[in-house]
């Protein structure tokens, strides 16, 4: 079987604001399956921050790789349904997840990890949610916010969190998880409404507008005593501002940085790190590609929150795979709430 | 009994380098002992990199106080000999070690934890060692080595071990711990004599001298895959290039950053900070005085090896106590090797 297939790929990377121009849309005729090769139906194909480090032309060395221009965009987690299968392990009707995204038709090779480390071809078991929660609450962004707070900040009973860009993917849940577990959650994100959905909605604590005036003052107003955990995506100021405020002991879950993805110059680190060493602090860097081993563990529990309706969700659903480079700019904007995915459109799905 | 004592005080915020012009020696007349508080003759008092910190008009948040204007010196380890006691646990005779520093003669209530929280009076075991150990290897000093690396960096088996300031006080005894476990261990100084030593008396597997091209290369020869644990007691470019060779899960223990410490404005962090999300790294910041319940732990350990011969230990006296301005000023500028201290010269000593 012949199959057609449409594909993003980057023409020039982008150096500021992502454009649609930076990229193409191109059919390519797949060729037939060789043993151990899948072909996979995309469904959903994911739409993360960490894509605007692999558009840079040499990303932070050691993490994700570079996409190649004019070339399939490998490592973009993606869920959808296989077609026809040269691997024993999987058949057609198969719901799986997989790193090979942003095109519709897929040939995956079974049980080889994609680029960037994201993941190998996985059956995704949709009794636990519909296959696009997958790339959410259910997948690695779900785990990222499990193991920031259980490994990476080492959660403990009576920590106050603040969790940055708590209205997105990964922040909106760490916040959840933070509070369903019982402690007092600060959240921050780039707007009133998400203040206010962070509040109405989710049920935080506090929230503040990191536009509107100092972060420092909104922590320390929210917890006049210090806080103990951050958990970080953004980076820059909002790390700074964590490390005059986290009282002794505190503890950094360094998961991002979305602040500096976009600048073409090293950003300076923050000024106060010395904070670490008068306070006893920790900062602890972590992907969740390097703790796949609690997928099992992270989805369990947050499908049963999310079954027992204790667990809110949102995501941006942008139609069309040919809408995909203009979907990430807006979530770099800001532009988006929770998760942002793109839904692919198939003949014949 | 009416005594005269002699005190170092600050009389201005040095701003960069420090000069004797900056204290003055006063001649005080003790007041009476109160209930609780013990006379003490000190024979040694403490040059530490952190003084410099507490020499700032204002000092990094939640760490030491900043040393007032014209008043006596509180928060710096000296040890000395109760000449009289007003409390019942000390009794004139006793070698006791106390947080009172820069001055012949110091009143010290017992049970009072210093300014700074260096410690309170106690009495020390001088069959471990001298009194003046008990600046070093068997007080804070190897405390501070002792569980930079057990606690901070979490050491581990097979852990290549990068120790920088590796001929100062702490480093040299921080680096000879990583030896004596077994490890592989790096070592930086300032100067190719002490390059030397750490080779030649210290026995390290590698030493540079970090004026002499990039702190990046030299680590890379040294450990071609990588570093496991850097121990920083200096921050800045060197905190950069460990953040740039650190392997996977690798951990940076952060006791200091004596690099910033003379600099009139807040100094920008790494820029590579990331490196940490993308390895998985642990920055922790940890300050001895917070370890305090392990210190008789760690003056057991390094006291036997010690009496066995295997741990060396360099300390750069300076004599008469109107030196100790002079003496910091010559620690920072590292023309002092291993840990720098002042012989106090008193009346009837």
Avoid at 140 to 159: C, K
Avoid at 220 to 247: C, K, M, N
Avoid at 307 to 316: E, S, V
Wanted: charged share 20%; proline share 5%; with cysteine.
């Amino acid at each position: 079987m012949a199959v057609t297939a449409r594909q993003v790929q980057l023409v020039a990377h982008p150096e500021g604001e992502v454009r649609p121009s930076h990229f193409r849309i191109v059919e390519v005729t797949l060729p037939e399956l060789a043993e151990g090769e899948v072909l996979v139906r995309n469904l959903f194909t994911s739409v993360d921050p960490a894509l605007r480090l692999q558009l840079r032309r040499s990303g932070p060395e050691g993490y994700f790789n570079s996409f190649r221009l004019n070339a399939p965009m490998d490592g973009i987690m993606s869920v959808g349904e296989v077609i026809e299968s040269r691997d024993r392990r999987f058949a057609p009707g198969d719901a799986v997840s997989h790193g090979w995204g942003w095109r519709d038709f897929a040939v995956v090779p079974a049980g080889v990890v994609s680029v960037g480390g994201v993941g190998t071809l996985a059956k995704i078991d949709t009794s636990l949610g519909p296959p696009e929660m997958f790339l959410g609450p259910l997948g690695n962004m779900g785990l990222t916010a499990y193991v920031g707070l259980v490994v990476g900040a080492e959660l403990r009973d009576g920590d106050i969190v603040w969790v940055s860009a708590a209205a997105g993917a990964v922040g909106s849940i760490a916040a959840q998880i933070a509070k369903l577990m019982g402690h007092r959650v600060i959240g921050s994100a780039g707007s009133a409404d998400k203040v206010r959905y962070l509040i109405d909605e989710l049920g935080l604590d506090a929230a503040f507008d990191y536009h509107d005036g100092s972060i420092v003052d909104h922590l320390r107003e929210a917890a006049p005593d210090g806080i103990d955990v951050y958990f970080d995506s953004v980076g820059g100021d909002h790390l700074q501002a964590a490390l005059a405020t986290l009282r002794r002991w505190g503890r950094v879950a360094m998961c991002g940085a979305i602040s500096e993805y976009e600048s073409t110059e090293p950003q300076p680190g923050p000024t106060n790190l010395f904070q670490a060493v008068a306070n006893n602090l920790t900062l602890r860097g972590f992907r969740a590609s390097s703790h796949l081993d609690r997928l099992g563990e992270s989805s369990h529990v947050l499908g049963d929150w999310l079954a027992q309706g204790r667990l809110r969700y949102q995501q941006t659903i942008i139609d069309g795979l040919e809408h995909a480079p203009e979907a990430l700019g807006r979530m770099l904007a800001g532009d988006t709430v929770g998760k942002t995915l793109v839904r692919v459109d198939t003949p014949g799905a």
